[in-house]
């Protein structure tokens, strides 16, 4: 059964730094196409980042909002994709998803596979 389970969310200050990871069973993520989204209450989701399998390239896109300060990772042997956030702001508070399938979607939100989420708030 495929399985995506998000940790690392929790409190950080203005300006910090905070990664999350993703981590799956049931598919290899090397051969997939991972996404984190994010969503603040009373917003929609939004995608933030995203990464294609090795295959395909292993492309990489970012949410205009976090450009140049997140960055997507994969670990294959340990089968997580991590999110590194850089300079966090308030406007980064939200519940982060994990979304995963095989084929890449970038940061449309029609993956077929999503885990719970973890929570992350920035304060001042």
């Known amino acids: 059964q495929l399985q995506l389970v998000e940790s690392g969310g929790g409190s950080v200050q203005f300006g910090g730094n905070l990664r999350l990871s993703c981590s799956a069973s049931g598919l290899a993520l090397d051969d997939a196409g991972v996404a984190w989204f994010r969503q603040a209450p009373g917003k929609e989701r939004e995608g933030v980042s995203a990464?294609?399998?090795?295959?395909?390239?292993?492309?990489?896109v970012y949410g205009d909002s976090v450009k140049g300060r997140f960055t997507i990772s994969r670990d294959n042997a340990k089968n997580i994709v991590y999110l590194q956030m850089n300079k966090v702001r308030p406007g980064d508070t939200a519940v982060y998803y994990c979304a995963a399938e095989p084929n890449y979607r970038g940061l449309i939100r029609i993956y077929d596979n999503w885990g719970r989420g973890t929570r992350v708030t920035v304060s001042k």
């Open positions: 990464i294609s399998g090795v295959r395909g390239g292993s492309r990489i």
